[in-house]
């Protein structure tokens, strides 16, 4: 059986779903059929690069990139 592949873009849709927390993580994996805890890798993964993120833009702004 092939994995699924999954953009950036949907990761972030889903996870920014997860964040709002309208819904658990059980409902949101079942709605888009994946594991809870890929979700959950997902999330942290997304919270882990956030501050570079915002670092990133703040040196450009800076003009330092």
Do not use: C, Y
């Not at 972030?12 to 994946?34: G, N, P, Q």
């Amino acid at each position: 059986m092939k994995r699924r592949q999954f953009t950036p873009e949907f990761k972030v849709k889903v996870v920014m779903e997860m964040l709002r927390e309208e819904k658990t993580i059980s409902e949101i994996a079942t709605e888009h059929e994946i594991s809870p805890n890929q979700l959950r890798n997902w999330k942290n993964e997304f919270i882990g690069t956030a501050a570079k993120i915002f670092s990133e833009n703040q040196a450009a702004k800076d003009g330092k990139l």
